[in-house]
């Protein structure tokens, strides 16, 4: 008994000796380590919901640009956004995958402002995942077809098909 208590404080030792050679030379503030997501146990809360829009180019394009004014073409789908789900995408809850390309002019309003704001500067060819905070979507209100509760976060994998 008393061999494997030995062991397993030198075992111990050689622990903290690893960790603190790996250990940064520097100390680290409070304010430089980010905070984990908050999550409530026990609760059906998704997580952190987001709070701006977030734009990232999966595929950039190289035809003409989508600018203000402009006849925009895309294809997409739509998913409650879902920070802890895989990719962030919850129930998927619309799509124009199989179907025509939906066409809208950009920045008149037609489309939620996360749409208005995400698509701006795009290129023909082009992928972006959009990820829209609910006052740039639905807000407080639910979305037409009871598909969208208020409040949510959407996220949507667009392709700019054609602008005219």
């Known amino acids: 008994m008393q061999r494997s208590s030995i062991f397993a404080a ?3 030792a ?3 000796s690893v960790a603190q050679a790996q250990a ?3 100390p680290v503030t409070p304010a430089e380590v980010p905070a984990p997501p908050a999550m409530v146990v026990g609760s059906a809360t998704p997580g952190p919901a ?3 829009l977030i734009v990232t180019d999966t595929k950039i394009g190289t035809g003409r640009e989508a600018t203000t004014g402009s006849t925009v073409y895309m294809h997409y789908s739509g998913w409650l956004y879902r920070p802890l789900a895989k990719n962030m ?3 998927l809850f619309d799509s124009s995958v199989g179907r025509e390309p939906l066409d809208f002019t950009l920045g008149a309003g037609r489309v939620i402002k996360g749409w208005d704001q995400g698509i701006q500067g795009m290129r023909v060819g082009g992928k972006r995942t959009l990820i829209i905070p609910s006052d740039l ?3 407080s209100r639910a979305a037409p077809g009871g598909n969208i509760p208020p409040n949510s ?3 949507f994998d667009v392709e700019l098909v ?3």
Do not use: R
């Open 50 to 52: 987001a709070e701006q």
């Open 24 to 26: 940064p030379s520097t």
């Open 14 to 16: 050689l622990a903290t």
């Open 137 to 139: 979507a639905y807000g």
């Open 89 to 91: 995408h919850g129930k």
């Open 153 to 155: 976060a959407l996220i």
């Open 162 to 164: 054609d602008v005219k």
């Open 10 to 12: 030198v075992l111990c």
